[in-house]
């Protein structure tokens, strides 16, 4: 019992040299240790989800998982054929050991044994198994998956187990979402998921289909697919030259590319690629970036510059942007000419200045993608042609055919490299020297200045402008226009610059006739002429003092109508807006009420005048009238019949005015005459109408005249005189009858006057003359 004792102490401190991390990987063991060990270490609390699986490999392969402490150490025994001690390792708190090879036909069991450090204390568990029972395949050596157009493309990699899964499993969800989802695909390599939202991440777990081989088939981890990138970056470009940063050296520009994504949380970087439009590769066009912008130092050639999204899933749609080659120079960067020679051959010549002996030259016509040619040169003349080394060994087949009247443009690079002039970095690797422009053989124009026109035309002079001739049309270099001018039988013509679209016609005569031609002219000759614009000087010239005083007169004129008119208006709106409202104290109606209302207080005097008329004076004139016949529709006759009224008319006085005596209404005038001094009144009635006077009265008047020599009135009859008044309203003609009431002059009113009607809108009176009754 002491040497049992004795060998399990030893066999404690053996195992407590062990690290955490690993076992001394070899011991001896025999069935009597693992006995003793199996009885005196009987705590399992310290090993969990003790398992151990076969691989396919060749040999087999075993291996031994379990979950435990990571502050204690343990030891892992294998037997089958005979004990061994497996190396064991940890992570994140699970123990896993080293593959150790088995044998198919015979049973194989694991013994752990954990130990403390105290001598009394120890946890052993085994695990045992038939080793075709445990073969596992998987999980997957190598997994890739990519997003598109809402489906997701799964492709795995099973290693050395291919030949033994036929079939796997795909179990997806929404991400932070509990249901999973699952799909079984009838291979072994690629997997595609449908109608995913495009905007949302997923997450995978992959296990093969069980089979004979591959009893046991695991769940990988869970893998977390990012959404899918299905917009395009927005790029936006910012160049600047040296003559806007004092930084930047001529030659060269400062391109600030910045672009923005929408989904920015899913994109895990940018690819920002650039590249001549030329087609010249380099070393280096394609960035990796996180940020959202990249500065570059380019030269004055021209690039494409794309951008795209990335992440695991895939990659978003390309963004591009492209910056144009400067065609012209804001400064000159050094002296270069080119001259072809034959339709593949030209030759290029520079300054001294240039340090460099790398260059690289591009060339293109308009609408054309440039071509290049990188070379190495000491001397500042270059002869290239379609069998030149450096620019046959780019790969292309066919060397640009120089045409004739057709511009080529050129543009010369310089690069710091001494070792290589092929581009290393599309980054800060060149510097444009200088530009050109060529023709292989110059021709005339065939086309005219277009949009001829004629401005400005006085007695002496005009101004004619034009639009030039396009490019395609010129077919060389412009040296100039030809304009002609003809009159009459005469003609005469004037070179412009070409730099010139408008001239100035002078010393022209006044009121004649012209006619206008233009014409551009190359080196080649002169090109068409454009149509005929004629135009006609002016005979008088109008000068800016005339137009001011014509413009004054004008104003004048325009003036004076506006105020008449405004005059007009004005008085016809107060008319229509303020009528004139008569005045009764002037009207014929008030002058014959107050006339009614003297009559009684003129009585006295009336009748002396009649007494000193009765020597048959001349100068009276008697108006008798008499009421024969009478019958009022509307009223009772307000006087008896007999009541005579006398009217008294001057000589002196005209017919409208008033009568200088008149006899009261109430009161009878008697007429003396010869025979008989008898009299008959009659009365005024003040209620009747025009209408009622006009349709039922029958009036007759006897006109007596006294001539100068006799005493006697000679009677005639007449027709009724009648005095027609004006009309008022009822409102005012009462305000002036209760001021004649009212008045100083009549205390009392005779009983013969007939008072107006209050109710009437208008009055209008007759008075009657007197009637002598023979």
């Known amino acids: ?62 291996v031994c998982k379990w979950k435990g402490d990571i502050s204690t150490s343990y030891t892992l025994y294998t037997q089958q054929r005979k004990c061994s001690c497996v190396k064991v390792h940890q992570k994140n708190g699970i123990w896993t050991s080293d593959d150790f090879n088995v044998l198919s036909d015979w049973n194989l069991t ?10 009394h204390w120890c946890t052993y568990k085994n695990f045992s198994a038939i080793p075709s029972k445990i073969t596992m395949c998987g999980p997957h050596s190598k997994l890739t998956y990519k997003r598109s157009s809402g489906h997701l493309t799964v492709q795995v990699d099973w290693g050395d187990e291919s030949t033994y899964i036929k079939n796997f499993f795909v179990e997806y969800k929404e991400f932070n979402t509990t249901s999973w989802k699952e799909q079984q695909f009838k291979n072994n390599k690629e997997s595609v998921l449908w109608n995913l939202t495009s905007s949302l991440p997923y997450e995978l777990r992959i296990r093969c289909d069980p089979t004979n081989e591959c009893v046991q088939c695991p769940r990988s981890e869970v893998i977390v ?16 030259d040296h003559i806007q940063n004092r930084f930047i050296s001529p030659g060269q520009r400062k391109a600030v590319v910045k672009w923005e994504y929408a989904n920015s949380e899913a994109v895990a970087y940018y690819n920002v690629t650039v590249r001549k439009v030329s087609g010249e590769l380099s070393n280096q066009d394609s960035f990796r970036t996180e940020d959202s912008s990249l500065t570059m130092i380019l030269s004055y050639s021209a690039y494409n510059i794309s951008i795209r999204a990335l992440n695991t ?40 200045s240039a340090s460099s002996v790398c260059y690289s030259v591009e060339w293109w016509a308009k609408g054309q993608i440039p071509t290049f040619c990188p070379f190495y040169e000491k001397q500042t003349r270059k002869e290239i042609t379609g069998k030149t080394e450096s620019c046959r060994s780019k790969g292309r087949d066919m060397w640009p055919i120089f045409q004739p009247y057709t511009r080529y443009y050129f543009v010369l690079h310089t690069r710091p490299y001494p070792d290589t002039c092929n581009m290393k970095n599309v980054n800060n690797s060149e510097t444009t020297y200088g530009t050109a422009q060529a023709y292989f053989t110059e021709g005339s124009p065939i086309s005219a200045p277009g949009n001829v026109s004629i401005f400005n035309i006085t007695r002496h002079s005009s101004v004619i402008t034009w639009c030039p001739v396009s490019e395609e049309d010129l077919r060389g270099f412009l040296l100039g226009y030809y304009i002609y001018l003809m009159w009459d039988n005469n003609e005469t013509s004037f070179t412009v610059d070409p730099s010139v679209n408008s001239y100035e016609l002078q010393n022209l005569e006044s009121n004649s006739a012209y006619r206008v031609q233009l014409s551009a002219f190359t080196a080649a000759g002169e090109g068409e002429r454009s149509d005929f614009k004629h135009f006609v000087t002016n005979l008088l010239e109008f000068t800016a003092l005339n137009s001011i005083i014509a413009a004054v007169v004008v ?50 005097l009336n009748r002396q005048r009649l007494e000193e008329s009765e020597g048959c004076d001349s100068s009276t004139v008697f108006v008798v009238g008499s009421k024969r016949e009478a019958s009022p529709l509307c009223s009772p006759p307000t006087a008896q019949d007999g ?124 008075y009657f003359s007197q009637e002598t009754v023979q």
């Open 110 to 119: 694991a013994h752990v044994i954990e130990s403390s450090g105290y001598p």
């Open 1 to 62: 019992m002491r040497k049992c004792s004795a060998a399990f102490y030893i066999t404690l401190g053996f195992v407590s040299l062990w690290t955490t991390e690993a076992s001394t990987g070899t011991c001896e063991c025999g069935r009597d240790i693992l006995n003793l060990l199996k009885n005196k270490c009987n705590n399992t609390e310290g090993v969990y989800d003790l398992a151990c699986y076969i691989k396919h490999k060749k040999p087999l392969a075993s």
């Open 313 to 352: 899933a895939g990659s978003s749609p390309v963004s591009s942007i492209a910056t144009e080659q400067m065609d012209e120079w804001r400064d000159s960067f050094g002296p270069f000419s080119v001259n072809i020679t034959s339709h593949n051959h030209f030759s290029l010549s520079w300054n001294m």
């Open 555 to 604: 104003g004048i004129i325009i003036l004076l109508l506006a105020v008449h008119l405004s005059c007009r208006l004005l008085h016809r709106a107060k008319k229509l807006l303020w009528p004139s409202i008569p005045n009764p104290e002037n009207s014929n109606a008030v002058q014959k009420i107050e006339i009614a209302y003297e009559l009684g207080i003129l009585e006295p």
């Open 225 to 240: 697919v990012p959404p899918e990138l299905t917009d395009a970056p927005s790029i936006q470009l910012e160049i600047q």
């Open 643 to 766: 009541v005579p009224t006398t009217l008294l008319l001057s000589e002196d006085e005209d017919i409208p005015s008033i009568p200088e005596q008149i006899a009261p209404p109430d009161t009878p005038t008697q007429v003396p005459t010869n025979e008989s001094g008898s009299t008959e009144t009659f009365p005024m009635d003040f209620n009747k109408t025009d209408s009622t006077l006009n349709t039922s009265v029958d009036e007759e008047i006897t006109t007596f005249v006294s001539n100068t020599t006799g005493s006697d009135f000679i009677p005639t009859s007449q027709p009724t005189v009648v005095f027609m008044s004006d009309y008022t309203t009822m409102e005012i003609f009462q305000q002036v009858t209760m001021a004649g009431i009212q008045g100083p002059s009549m205390q009392t009113v005779k009983p013969g006057l007939v008072p107006v009607h209050p109710g009437q809108d208008y009055v209008r009176q007759s």
